[in-house]
């Protein structure tokens, strides 16, 4: 009997590893009343904890994370979460609550929370990615105590803005090239998106003109009959204005070809944002996806130049 007691309390600590073990953790947590799903991996459980916010909104990235982890595990606890509606967390239970920006950002403080009391860590970093970069933004502005600091990867700013500075650039060059295929179904594109088959005409021709496969219209729709209200709602957020200040470090990581988050604007944010520590990091051979296209970059940034001040 001793001996299975002593096993059941040490059980939790061999789940998360001890001082040079490795953490592999996969698991369901209690946050905002439902079932969440997380991964936790690293090599120590004392390195800084990393929490990655997902871009999407809906787009759980745990299935594709090491390719964009696997060096900042040797030096943070990186932790993965499916947001709800998402991922594995849509799988085990269905949000009884309508979705919010305020709820994903309750959502996301709890995590936050939850994870600082499991690793006995005051702070953490946070980062994000488009709609997680935006979401970064949002808890970094509000409850700045809580972050070591916040890395927002092609965030959204004031996507309002974005949407209509990147709907003229492809109207602009529909006209160039005399596509009137184009031109025809981008001038039926209205900002803020009114359904799903304007966002599916603006996002599909912004990755064609980019040389990239467009995603097909049904996903796009289907994608949009759930989230496309609360994308509409944070886009609606202008960080110019509603976050001049923000009381934590940021560091802001840009695809110089980036035009769904358009990158002039993230620059402009950056360079009047008003903050303890700052830097914004080109990626030049990047679009929006630079998680993807540049994650060996991105990983060396963080670890060479953004840890070291946090120590």
């Not at 900042?72 to 309508?98: C, I, Y």
């Not at 219209?217 to 886009?235: H, I, M, P, Q, R």
Request: proline content about 4%; aromatic content about 10%.
């Amino acid at each position: 009997m001793r001996r299975l007691i002593f096993i059941l309390v040490l059980l939790p600590q061999l789940l998360l590893g001890q001082a040079g073990d490795r953490i592999n953790v996969k698991e369901a947590i209690d946050i905002g009343g439902i079932r969440q799903w997380i991964s936790i991996n690293g090599t120590k459980a004392t390195n800084p904890v990393l929490l990655f916010l997902h871009g999407g909104p809906g787009n759980s990235a745990m299935s594709y994370a090491e390719k964009f982890t696997d060096q900042l595990q040797k030096h943070f606890v990186v932790v993965m979460w499916d947001q709800r509606e998402s991922g594995k967390t849509a799988e085990l239970n269905p949000s009884e609550k309508a979705l919010t920006v305020d709820l994903l950002e309750n959502d996301a403080i709890e995590v936050i929370n939850y994870l600082r009391k499991r690793f006995s860590q005051d702070k953490i970093f946070v980062m994000g990615h488009s709609w997680g970069g935006f979401l970064a933004l949002k808890v970094a502005a509000d409850h700045s105590e809580l972050l070591k600091a916040c890395l927002a990867v092609s965030p959204m700013v004031n996507q309002l803005e974005s949407e209509r500075l990147s709907l003229q650039w492809m109207i602009d060059n529909a006209k160039q090239q005399y596509n009137q295929q184009a031109l025809k179904e981008l001038q039926s594109v209205h900002v803020p998106f009114e359904n799903g088959e304007q966002l599916y005409f603006h996002r599909s021709w912004l990755v064609k003109m980019a040389g990239r496969k467009s995603p097909s219209k049904s996903f796009v729709e289907t994608w949009a009959t759930k989230w496309l209200d609360v994308f509409n709602e944070g886009s609606a957020i202008n960080f110019f204005t509603a976050a001049p200040q923000i009381k934590c470090p940021v560091y802001f990581f840009v695809g110089r070809k980036d035009y769904q988050t358009h990158f002039k604007i993230t620059e402009d944010y950056y360079k009047v944002l008003k903050a303890p520590a700052k830097a914004l990091y080109w990626f030049e051979n990047s679009g929006h996806n630079l998680t993807t296209t540049e994650p060996d970059r991105l990983q060396e940034v963080i670890i060479r130049e953004i840890l070291p001040k946090a120590d």
